[in-house]
């Protein structure tokens, strides 16, 4: 009988490396519809998945993740840096998400942006995630607040889908 739940990250690096795996197949899954010339509107509903997974995934990083790492490394540059990608990542997906139609556009945006999230991966991989490892962290104890914070975070953004709610995004984002 499969089990009801899916099994407990070993700790916050696997959690986090498995949005990073989702995403990355998101967007082959999307290149794979721009190709075989898939339909606009669920190219569109596909972009904006991607979009609301990365945006809940950054946020969880810079909520739990990040603060952490940056207290245990006293390292300000190397998350600050972390941070900026992460800033010009939601502008991309702003960018995307303000697209009334799937289309050309919203295609280029979509692989810009599928750049600079790998470019992004690789480094918090190969930087942030490798010194995480053998700084003093809790990174087991981190997976209960991770998983509890994302499951709010999923249930806030699965209502964003819709354009019609790009007005309230924006009023938020000006206040
Ligand atoms: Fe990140
Ligand atoms: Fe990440």
């Not at 794979?32 to 946020?59: F, N, S």
């Not at 990174?139 to 819709?162: D, F, N, T, W």
Request: with cysteine.
């Amino acid at each position: 009988m499969p089990h009801p739940n899916p099994p407990p990250y070993e700790d916050a690096l696997v959690l986090l490396d498995a949005d990073h795996k989702l995403v990355k197949k998101m967007f082959i899954e999307y290149a794979g519809l721009v190709e075989d010339d898939g339909p606009a509107a669920a190219r569109r509903q596909l972009a904006l998945k991607i979009c609301q997974d990365i945006t809940v995934h950054a946020q969880l990083e810079e909520e739990i993740f990040y603060p952490a790492v940056r207290e245990a490394l006293g390292d300000e540059g190397l998350i600050d840096h972390a941070e900026e990608e992460h800033a010009q990542a939601r502008e991309k997906i702003a960018q995307i998400q303000g697209m009334s139609t799937g289309g050309k556009r919203m295609d280029d945006a979509v692989k810009e942006l599928a750049k600079m999230i790998d470019e992004h991966v690789l480094e918090e991989r190969e930087k942030v995630f490798l010194q995480a490892q053998y700084a003093d962290l809790d990174l087991r104890g981190m997976v209960p607040g991770l998983v509890a914070r994302k499951k709010a975070l999923q249930a806030q953004g699965g209502e964003m889908k819709e354009p019609t709610k790009k007005a309230t995004t924006k009023k938020k984002e000006a206040a």
